[in-house]
């Protein structure tokens, strides 16, 4: 791509060009969100946030189909609950914010310093195991109060060094769910049932194909005995983890004392399960969709379905363009909103072609030019955002009215299949180390940002060769996928690192 | 009521016994909420947390139906940022929890301690006026930006020496709108249209009649021009403010700098508007609609509006009843859960008379308990949370099917007659000194928590006679109330306490 010869297009540097810069850019343009003076924090902007409504509404209702309810625990967590779990602890430590005072007080220089220090320093969650672990402590004494089944939208601090917006930030919003049960095996279907809810939301909702595995040890949540998780491939051909639901064992029911007793009156430790989702999930949807003009929503979580644009060559004809145009937005609205959650906004500021730009780059999936031409003919111009900009073409407005959503729905399904047919192409099996090696090893240093896939390849199962791998390429097991994940499973047959017998397969990448 | 004879009530201590404990007892009872261990901070279980979601949707979409956009700041405010407005800091500064530290290490006692100190310490938001002024600085540059009308839905801290839950917690969640205008006018008309949105909230939805007005000075948020409240009346007739809305002038616009070009190419500084509502309004509808049996809540904010309660007396009768039961619930669900969010529970458990008792106390609108003998004759048997536990009637089921909405919205408006009934029988016209100490002085001194009520007074305007008034009754100015606030408008006549002549009149109260 870097060699073609350079077409205008509306985000510069292009992917191929600057993939991560890009990627800021099309953030800009697409109006998402803006850094804050907040180091590491960002701000999501109207466009960006309705966004996240959309994925909360559709999240909630899946987890509240499978008996899930809201609560809401407390944002800060004593030091001392963080201690109990020293894995857990141990793998937060390094990113956690800490609060030490309770209060302002002019200082020795005139300003406002820290002061009425805390006999307990509090930490700002960095996830909440710990805290609602101690809630669950009192909740369940018999076995007649599980399963326990909770989730809380909230948001959370963890002190990242480098930040990335929605990728990386120290402040993020996202849901986790905390669940306890009686039974390991009941823990653990729990565990694969919110990793296909975030699948089904990542593949139906944001038109992303993820593959489903497990984390190696390495990559496991820190105090977890299994995480899962959803991976889903940007057009760098990086990795990216979507979502991830933990098996817990006993390891948080133990830290926090949540014991019940069970129907032979013996006390038993509960066994957990924790599962998040966030708004690192909105920068997957810009990398896996997006173009050189900017941000493409897939229509299902879009926070506008179509603009309408006004074409006023003449003032006299405004009046009549304006009602025609605004008679439509009114009956799409009526027919379409409540049903089908279609929404239509007008635009008709007069700032030439820089309108239908603006909506390109924010990524509307259907952009409606009507003139006094179109009205004459009782038709629209109609732009597709899955396609060229160039490409439109006029449409009889009653068959654009009647075909809409299903157009929607097509749109929908184009981006998840040509996402998947991405994926496809830069996901190879390889058998042999130097194959493995050329394939995550950059060959054109115009654009050493878009290289490689995802490898599946043969595992020993040794963390040596893990770390060896992730050392010398930056390449990361992303999960050992489930059995059916993949198009067609490999043989087994050898590490492709140490060329020992490998007893499992893995899907190696780069990741963000 | 203290010396009347004691009937047996499901909370204790009755509300004449001990008023603020009947409210702790509430909640307890309700399993709306609990004291967490992280001081100040509470748990929002479940059956809590869906009062907030419901009445997060309902407002969302009143704000929404004005313009207002959601977005997303930081949690984290740089102290720099807080100091810019000086009264705005002046009044937060013994509040706010301070982060210092971005890591944690292990000290030289083995446990972990703050490490790694930021330069600049952060301030958790005890409201978001300033980080949010300095976006908008960037977002707006001329008129044509104007107005901006954000909203945020967040968690907020602010640093309590006394907490009580819901009412007044070190965190607490909350929505906070700004917004920018071009014009003082505007902004003055914004800050009242929010503050209708939050009556129409309190008084539709959450049924407690609210009386609208301004703060004297110094009643006024922190930073700002002029505060308007809602203001309501619990049920030991201290006042409770439910929702505040602030014309904050240029003040802010000119610490963080947000200047708009006016259609002259004349520099102007934006006029900006805030206003929140917040979790303690759920403290409020405990307080103005609950009984001495629990919770009773207004049904257009129930989290669940009906619950089934079968009736198995023989083993025998559990498959039918069970059935009867199901088939009743998926009835109503199917008929009234997408046009009317009517919500049913079905209560299986097999505990005898607590199972009733647990959904009174939960405070659900309508019990219905089914039995071999009522599905003989095709009826139901049916109690209303607005009435004793003890008039529960028979009702032929199609009846009740068919009219449930119906008396959903009854109870609805049951409640808020009562509580304006209530408001109405203490709410006074005081004139005379004495007369205005004998209101608020306690007489009887076995139930001192329940006296007085609202006294609609004279005030000479003076802050001394307020003050004054403060110190020796513990009484403040609620509000001064709009035009038409008030059944009848009292004379205005002298102040109250100094007995000069009176500029306005205002309604003075014992308050939380």
């Not at 006094?372 to 009653?398: M, N, P, V, W, Y």
């Amino acid at each position: 791509m870097g060699k073609q010869k350079q077409a205008k297009t509306a985000i510069s540097p292009t992917r191929a060009e600057d993939y991560p810069e890009w990627y800021q850019q099309v953030i800009r343009a697409s109006d998402l969100a803006e850094r804050s003076q907040v180091r590491g924090c960002m701000v999501i902007k109207p466009w960006g946030y309705s966004l996240w409504e959309n994925i909360v509404r559709e999240l909630d209702d899946m987890f509240k189909s499978t008996g899930v309810k809201n609560a809401y625990f407390p944002l800060f967590i004593p030091l001392g609950f963080m201690e109990k779990e020293a894995e857990h602890v141990e793998g937060f430590a390094k990113e956690c914010a800490v609060v030490t005072h309770h209060r302002l007080e002019k200082g020795p220089e005139g300003g406002l310093v820290p002061a009425g220090p805390l006999t307990e320093p509090l930490v700002v969650r960095p996830t909440s195991e710990t805290i609602i672990g101690d809630s669950f402590s009192r909740w369940v004494t018999s076995y007649r109060d599980l399963p326990i089944l909770i989730n809380q939208w909230c948001n959370i601090v963890r002190w990242e060094m480098r930040t990335r917006m929605f990728l990386r930030t120290s402040e993020f919003l996202w849901q986790e769910g905390h669940s306890a049960h009686a039974t390991e095996e009941e823990a653990l279907e729990r565990t694969r049932l919110m990793l296909d809810v975030y699948a089904d939301l990542a593949e139906k909702y944001l038109a992303i194909p993820v593959l489903r595995g497990l984390k190696t040890p390495a990559e496991r949540f820190p105090g977890a005995v299994e995480t899962m998780c959803i991976e889903a491939m940007m057009q760098d051909r990086k990795a990216l983890q979507a979502g991830t639901s933990h098996f817990l064992g006993q390891n948080f029911a133990r830290a926090s004392g949540i014991r019940y007793q069970d129907a032979n009156e013996q006390e038993q430790y509960a066994w957990t399960v924790s599962w998040g989702f966030s708004t690192r999930s909105i920068g997957g949807v810009i990398m896996t969709h997006g173009d050189d003009d900017g941000l493409i929503l897939p229509p299902r979580i879009a926070p506008a379905h179509v603009v309408l644009m006004p074409i006023i060559r003449k003032d006299d004809d405004r009046p009549s363009v304006l009602e025609y145009t605004n008679r439509l937005a009114r009956s799409l609205q009526d027919r379409f909103y409540h049903q089908r959650r279609i929404a239509v906004e007008v635009d008709d500021r007069d700032i030439g072609g820089a309108r239908g730009w603006d909506w390109i780059k924010k990524g509307i999936p259907l952009r409606v030019e009507i003139g006094t031409r179109d009205i004459a003919a009782k038709s629209i111009f109609l732009g597709r955002r899955d396609q060229s900009h160039k490409e439109r073409i006029s449409l009889q407005t009653a068959r654009f009215e009647a075909g809409i959503a299903d157009l929607l729905d097509e749109i929908q399904q184009n981006l998840f299949d040509r996402a998947l047919a991405y994926r496809q192409q830069h996901t190879a099996v390889i058998n042999s180390r130097s194959a493995f090696d050329a394939y995550f090893t950059p060959d054109n240093l115009e654009q050493p940002e878009i290289h490689g896939g995802f490898a599946v390849s043969g595992w020993c199962g040794s963390s040596r060769c893990e770390e060896a791998i992730k050392e010398k390429l930056g390449v990361t097991i992303r999960c050992l996928p489930f059995e059916g994940q993949l198009e067609a499973d490999p043989a087994e047959g050898r590490c492709v690192y140490c060329e020992k017998p490998a007893n499992t397969h893995a899907v190696f990448a780069k990741a963000y």
